[in-house]
């Protein structure tokens, strides 16, 4: 069995880059993980970790996270030992190059370069008017019975979404609502209090509604309503989203890591 509180420690060294994984360790993800660790002594006791690989199946497709902060060889390493248990088809978050140890059992896609942003100081406040629960902000916490009306949004205002249903009641989900309905949605990728960790993701905006604030505002009362449970607040955005990028800038976030995106697919399929 994965040594647990190590490969904890060894994903608090950047817990920005680790976000997802460390909220992949709350109990209640747990059943949907299956990790994989290296140690630079190897098997000796106080062998200290130096490579963690996780496997996620919470979602519909599963995904793997391969993330090295610094020298990525021993995380290189850890792959190769390990590809040949990974699912015949997945999505994978990788740092550069990592993508040479499953190339000769897979079919790699990349899927799109990305950052890491961490929230490291005050919140801002993009937009004209208040946060949550302040008078006027038609800022609303969505719930699994919004489930429907929050389908039709993302597959209007942002089809590449990674968003289920279940996200509703894995973290809390923020919409700015107009005359049509749902305008923005700023939500959570991974929501941990016991590790005191959230990753926002899926922040779209309706087409029509775009360049009024709705998506930053949300975003800040989202992390306002999330400093409560979370001291490591990040997010992921892809590196050419600009718009995006110097949303989130204005509401406190900072680019600290980049990583790509990839679509596997087993090669022998």
Do not use: Q
């Amino acid at each position: 069995m994965a040594d647990l509180a190590a490969i904890e420690a060894h994903l608090r060294r950047a817990p920005y880059l680790h976000a997802y994984e460390l909220g992949d360790l709350d109990p209640h993800e747990r059943p949907h993980t299956t990790w994989f660790a290296s140690a630079s002594g190897g098997a000796s006791a106080g062998a200290s970790i130096d490579a963690v690989l996780l496997l996620y199946r919470g979602l519909a497709t599963p995904t793997i996270l391969g993330l090295a902060d610094g020298d990525p060889a021993a995380l290189h390493a850890l792959i190769t030992a390990h590809a040949h248990e990974l699912p015949p088809i997945c999505y994978a978050h990788l740092t550069e190059g990592l993508t040479a140890a499953l190339a000769p059992r897979y079919r790699v896609e990349l899927l799109s370069h990305n950052l890491k942003m961490a929230l490291t100081g005050a919140v801002g406040e993009p937009g004209s008017t208040g946060a949550l629960g302040e008078p006027g902000a038609a800022i609303h916490r969505l719930t699994p019975a919004d489930a429907d009306e929050v389908v039709r949004f993302y597959r209007e205002a942002y089809p590449a979404s990674y968003f289920e249903p279940v996200n509703l009641v894995r973290g809390p989900y923020l919409a700015v609502r107009d005359d049509r309905g749902i305008a923005a949605i700023a939500g959570v990728h991974v929501y941990s209090p016991a590790l005191r960790v959230a990753s926002l993701g899926n922040i779209a905006t309706r087409p029509d509604a775009r360049g009024r604030g709705h998506a930053g505002r949300a975003t800040a009362a989202l992390c306002r309503l999330l400093r409560a449970g979370a001291d490591v607040i990040g997010l992921n955005v892809r590196a050419d989203n600009a718009p995006a990028i110097a949303c989130y800038r204005r509401v406190g976030f900072e680019v600290r890591h980049r990583y790509d995106e990839w679509r596997l697919e087993l090669a022998t399929r």
